[in-house]
């Protein structure tokens, strides 16, 4: 879809994919592109499922389950586009004993295809992150960190450009102020740059100038704080441009995406699912291709 062919109605479903095996059905009409986004963000090296008997997530969870469910969904609909929201590293032993190995590796083969930095993934420093970027075969986006003079600087890109069918999707990253949360030395001389400043630059570039049909933000920065501290609604309030921002940080499970109504008065969708490979979420949306006028609002079924 060209930049000139413009969007006339969007319709947009969004449900939690629970790992205990939730059907998942399309509803797509005719002649529209069904896109497909699936998410996970604070994972923090879950591997295996919890325990029967474990208080609160009995029998849930767990990589292989994951990949099971999201299989299912790329056979309904292959336009469909995984992400994850930080915070990947830190949690159980698999990390503390092979350092992000595994969990870089079992990404890579649930076909992953960009997440953000938590505050958690520095925990081994950035050069724990540089070893492990051979197995991570997924691209890594942040827009507000700058990596200059530090390891990282040709890895970590501001945004990637997805295309799934005729739609092209920009994808980028903001992560959360890492001083008072990480130590100095994991983070080095990586700088934090205001998150709202820097999202209304990336996404302007991102509509304008790589014509892109669909903008989402990988987030980090936390679902929401009493007081100043920047937060995904904020952001959502105080951008224009962002069509959805897939959370994480504050480990928020939301039964739905949450709708704030930006600082041009359109709908944006902030989603998070929790933490620790519980729910993956899904957000999906529906682009008339027909159509040549271009909606001033948009229609979504959440």
């Known amino acids: 879809m060209k930049r000139r062919d413009f969007i006339q109605k969007t319709a947009v479903g969004a449900t939690f994919a629970s790992l205990g095996g939730l059907s998942l059905a399309s509803c797509a009409p005719e002649k529209q592109s069904h896109i ?30 994951r990949a099971t469910l999201i299989e299912n969904i790329r056979q309904e609909n292959p336009n469909t586009i995984l992400l994850d929201a930080g915070d990947i590293f830190q949690g159980t032993p698999y990390f503390n004993y092979y350092g992000g190995e595994l969990e870089y590796k079992l990404m890579s083969m649930l076909r992953y295809d960009a997440v953000t930095l938590g505050n958690h993934d520095f925990d081994n ?23 200059v003079n530090t ?17 092209r999707i920009g994808v980028f990253g903001l992560g959360i102020e890492l001083e008072g949360l990480v130590e100095k030395k994991n983070y080095g001389e990586t700088v934090y740059i205001d998150p709202i400043e820097i999202a209304q630059d990336i996404t302007k570039e991102l509509k304008e100038k790589e014509n892109c ?24 309030a105080q951008t224009q441009d962002i069509d959805l921002i897939i959370g994480g940080h504050t480990h928020t499970f939301l039964d739905k995406p949450a709708v ?36 001033q609002g948009k229609s979504i079924l959440v």
């Open 260 to 295: 704030v109504k930006n600082k041009i008065n359109e709908d944006v969708l902030v989603n998070q699912v929790g933490c620790y490979g519980i729910n993956v979420g899904r957000v999906d949306f529906y682009f008339d291709k027909a159509s040549k006028v271009k909606s």
């Open 36 to 65: 497909t986004i699936l998410h996970t963000n604070d994972v923090h090296s879950h591997i295996d499922p919890f325990p029967a008997d474990h208080p609160d997530f009995p029998n849930q969870g767990g990589v292989a389950r």
């Open 213 to 236: 049909d669909l903008v989402i933000c990988l987030s980090h920065l936390g679902y929401h704080y009493k007081g100043d501290k920047v937060s995904d609604l904020k952001l959502a």
């Open 151 to 167: 390891p990282l600087e040709d890895y970590i890109k501001p945004y990637k450009i997805f295309v799934r069918g005729e739609i």
């Open 125 to 147: 420093g950035i050069e724990g992150i540089l070893a492990q970027l051979p197995n991570a075969n997924f691209d890594f986006v942040s827009a507000n960190y700058a990596f």
